[in-house]
């Protein structure tokens, strides 16, 4: 089955200890991305990557770390988690710098405290 | 950087009338717009979309409208049914550069 996912899909921690959000992707998408959603925000653009070892900052980059070493990996760092990073996030995956539907994971809820 | 502005952000209607919603974007290099339905605690997924050399595209129930010119695309949806009822979005997108804006969302009630 084509999907995204993402890892963990709940999560509480507190700031200042570091941690990773995992996304896979099994459609050999060359672009992947990552989102946070906030009510009443909609989505915003974290980072992308249009394919292995390119990676790109979106509309609010700060505090977040991705990397791009294989094709189906796109992984979110965040080195020292604040509340403010409080959200729901979202990684996406489409297939090239052509096509511009997006396959959405389910999303991670992360809670720093 | 590219801005996206949607209207309304509630929208309640009856079951069978047709709801629509706009949104607005302000750099003419977007070049992709697709509609984005999330229903409570689901991921976001396309319903429609569209490129910016076509005006108009339609689904079965659901149409979106393209002006380049004005630089604000439409969402239709006719004969609204109860399942119709969720959060929408927009978004512009430069395909080629990689970069997506989303509006904010309308949550669209339909009342049966």
């Known amino acids: 089955e084509a999907q995204v996912t993402q890892n963990p899909r709940y999560l509480i921690t507190v700031t200042g200890k570091k941690l990773t959000v995992t996304c896979s992707q099994n459609?050999?998408?060359?672009?992947m991305s990552w989102y946070r959603q906030d009510p009443g925000l909609g989505l915003r653009q974290i980072y992308y990557?249009?394919?292995?070892?390119?990676?790109d900052k979106g509309d609010v980059p700060e505090g977040y770390k991705v990397s791009r070493k294989e094709k189906r990996n796109f992984p979110l760092i965040l080195e020292s988690p604040s509340p403010n990073q409080t959200s729901l996030y979202f990684c996406?995956?489409?297939?090239?710098?052509?096509?511009?539907?997006?396959?959405f994971g389910e999303g991670s809820r992360l809670t720093v405290l | 950087g590219e801005n996206v502005e949607q209207h309304p952000s509630t929208l309640s209607v009856q079951e069978g009338d047709s709801a629509v919603i706009k949104c607005t974007y302000s750099?003419?290099?977007?070049?992709?717009f697709p509609w984005y339905k999330q229903e409570l605690g689901k991921r976001p997924q396309l319903i429609i979309d569209?490129?910016?050399?076509?005006g108009e595209k339609k689904d079965q129930r659901i149409a979106v409208t393209l002006n380049k010119t004005a630089k604000h695309f439409s969402l239709h949806i006719t004969e609204t049914q109860p399942e119709d009822s969720a959060v929408y979005f927009c978004?512009?997108?430069?395909?080629?550069?990689?970069?997506?804006?989303f509006g904010d969302g309308t949550t669209l009630t339909v009342k049966p």
């Open positions: 996406a995956s489409r297939w090239d710098s052509n096509t511009g539907e997006l396959f």
């Open positions: 459609m050999n998408h060359e672009y």
């Open positions: 990557s249009m394919n292995v070892e390119v990676t």
């Open positions: 750099d003419s290099a977007s070049n992709y």
């Open positions: 569209i490129r910016s050399n076509v």
């Open positions: 978004a512009a997108t430069m395909v080629r550069a990689g970069k997506s804006t």
